[in-house]
């Protein structure tokens, strides 16, 4: 399937050089002087190379459609991460590196999308939203929130992101799982 360049988005596979890439960042940018195009950082999914490619805006890629079904992530056993079919109740191995950071927020008993390719598992992609709890923040400095500023923290599964000064530890928050930033305070 053809989509322009700035129809990408991360965890898009695609068809380039002759093999097959996962979007792992993208950035839009829109200079002074030309045209805008999209900066994209692509890991290859047999070897995992990974290149920085421009694509102008206009430009058409392959977007290569996979087979997807429902898988629920069990446990992590080392770098393994085991997943079950949610139709046929198949446990499915798979190393770390295949899921790349998103890794990091996979939860116990998690609803999963798995995409294969000519039957074999190419890439899983997780909710593009989790709650999670800030296990420990920096303490909010009295006048120091003149401008909009953003603080450390550290959530219980060990990643880092930046959250607003009034987030304190214990906190259940929403965050983006792909840009690895907070979006809200969870409900």
Same mark, same amino acid.
């Given at each position: 399937?053809?989509?322009?360049?700035?129809?990408?988005?991360?965890?898009?596979?695609?068809?380039?050089?002759?093999?097959?890439?996962?979007?792992?960042?993208?950035?839009?940018?829109?200079?002074?002087?030309?045209?805008?195009?999209?900066?994209?950082?692509?890991?290859?999914?047999?070897?995992?190379?990974?290149?920085?490619?421009?694509?102008?805006?206009?430009?058409?890629?392959?977007?290569?459609?996979?087979?997807?079904?429902?898988?629920?992530?069990?446990?992590?056993?080392?770098?393994?991460?085991?997943?079950?079919?949610?139709?046929?109740?198949?446990?499915?191995?798979?190393?770390?590196?295949?899921?790349?950071?998103?890794?990091? &927020?996979?939860?116990? /008993?998690?609803?999963? @999308?798995?995409? %294969?390719? !000519?039957?074999?598992?190419? $890439?899983?992609?997780?909710?593009?939203?989790?709650?999670?709890?800030?296990?420990?923040?920096?303490?909010?400095?009295?006048?120091?929130?003149?401008?909009?500023?953003?603080?450390?923290?550290?959530?219980?599964?060990?990643?880092?992101?930046?959250?607003?000064? &009034?987030?304190?530890? /214990?906190?259940?928050? @929403?965050?983006? %799982?792909? !840009?690895?930033?907070?979006? $809200?305070?969870?409900?």
């Amino acid at each position: 399937m053809k989509i322009n360049a700035v129809e990408v988005r991360p965890g898009n596979i695609l068809e380039y050089q002759g093999g097959l890439w996962r979007a792992v960042k993208i950035q839009h940018t829109q200079p002074g002087k030309g045209g805008a195009y999209m900066q994209v950082e692509l890991k290859n999914l047999m070897d995992g190379r990974k290149t920085n490619e421009r694509f102008r805006s206009a430009e058409t890629l392959e977007k290569v459609r996979l087979d997807t079904r429902d898988y629920q992530f069990l446990f992590a056993e080392g770098d393994m991460l085991t997943f079950m079919d949610k139709e046929t109740y198949d446990q499915t191995t798979l190393n770390r590196d295949l899921l790349g950071d998103a890794a990091d &927020f996979l939860q116990d /008993g998690m609803d999963v @999308v798995m995409e %294969t390719w !000519e039957e074999k598992p190419i $890439s899983v992609q997780l909710p593009d939203q989790i709650q999670a709890v800030v296990a420990e923040t920096e303490a909010v400095v009295k006048g120091q929130t003149a401008s909009s500023s953003y603080k450390p923290a550290i959530l219980e599964n060990g990643v880092r992101v930046m959250v607003p000064p &009034f987030i304190t530890a /214990g906190t259940k928050i @929403v965050v983006d %799982t792909y !840009e690895r930033e907070y979006v $809200s305070r969870a409900d």
